[in-house]
């Protein structure tokens, strides 16, 4: 059931030494909720290219920015390393990277141990791993093989609509024309890492939003909401559809299970449990025409406190890429 979680201060706390506190500044709901949107599609659609090249596991496409993360994140904890490491190639120093254990990574996304370690024994039998005494490691090797270097472009072509749209609505100071830098490729490594800590921060969040229940069962309710639009429709005053709001993919209309299957690429079977689940909890209504959130009087306060949540971890990932000039600045 949704419980209102407390509230938290208008500030974010800094990455690491090196980065500033990132300001709230005044925002109107609208914005944000159209901020939060742009989040979720993010998620999504990074969620769903990693899920293309683990054989359509939705835990395992989470993985791998877990053990990514863990590996690399603290190379962005001042921007002047995250500049030095902005590249990615075959000669990239292995020792680098800081192995993960599975127990780490399973408390990190709230995620079963003997699941995790299973995931990931079976990631590191099929090469996309490597197992060391520390910990897994993502190689520089896998990440520049024939099966995962195709969907780098993919990884930076998602990021950079997001950094436009969000240029679109004047988020965090973009401009219309804001984009990645180009050429992108000397600093894909470094905007994926920050985009993979970003995707990681927003799992958190949602986790806790659907506190209690599985992780499949977290994104079936980002899915729908995505397609609903309700992140969209829960500042006051605001209509439910129509206008400026009709954004890409939002359709303002309650969806069917099988959509939310296949876009999730998971069984009908799989969805429809968890569906009934969320309906069951109190975090979606179910009528003929298929799915919808539920934002009423108890609902709304958990959900808002996401967008926040969410708001503020995307103002620290712009200003983490403009500072290291993954994003130009808008002159």
Same mark, same amino acid.
């Given at each position: 059931?949704?419980?209102?979680? &407390? ?78 490491? &902005? ?34 024994? *079976? ?124 954004? &890409?993919? *939002? ?55 996401? &967008? ?24």
């Amino acid at each position: 059931m949704f419980e209102p979680h &407390q509230s938290e201060s208008g500030r974010e706390a800094p990455a690491g030494d090196g980065w500033p506190v990132a300001r709230m500044d005044a925002m109107t709901s609208l914005q944000r909720a159209k901020v939060a949107w742009l989040c979720i599609r993010l998620q999504l659609a990074h969620i769903a290219i990693t899920r293309d090249l683990v054989g359509g596991d939705l835990v395992t496409s989470l993985l791998i920015p877990a053990i990514s993360d863990a590996n690399v994140g603290y190379l962005d904890a001042d921007p002047e390393i995250s500049r030095r490491h &902005q590249a990615l190639g075959i000669n990239y120093p292995e020792e680098l990277r800081r192995p993960a254990n599975a127990l780490s990574i399973a408390h990190s996304l709230d995620l079963p141990r003997e699941t995790t370690r299973a995931k990931l024994a *079976a990631l590191a039998a099929s090469g996309i791993l490597r197992r060391t005494s520390r910990g897994y490691v993502l190689p520089t090797s896998t990440l520049v093989s024939e099966r995962f270097l195709p969907a780098i472009p993919r990884y930076m072509n998602a990021l950079d609509d997001f950094v436009g749209a969000l240029g679109l609505i004047g988020a965090f100071g973009l401009k219309p024309h804001s984009r990645l830098a180009d050429p992108v490729w000397p600093v894909a490594w470094a905007a994926m890492r920050l985009s993979t800590a970003h995707l990681l921060r927003e799992t958190v969040y949602a986790r806790e939003l659907t506190r209690g229940m599985s992780l499949t069962a977290c994104y079936v309710l980002l899915t729908v909401s995505q397609n609903v639009g309700g992140q969209l429709r829960l500042p006051p005053q605001i209509p439910a559809r129509g206008g400026s709001l009709a954004m &890409q993919g *939002a359709t303002f209309e309650p969806v069917r299970g099988a959509a939310i299957a296949a876009q999730l690429g998971l069984p009908e079977e799989t969805v429809r449990r968890h569906l009934k689940q969320l309906v069951a909890a109190g975090y979606l209504s179910h009528c003929p025409k298929g799915f919808d959130v539920v934002l009423d009087a108890r609902s709304l306060p958990v959900w808002r406190l996401f &967008q926040k949540r969410v708001e503020t971890n995307a103002r620290q990932l712009i200003w983490r890429m403009t500072t290291t000039g993954i994003v130009p600045s808008a002159s």
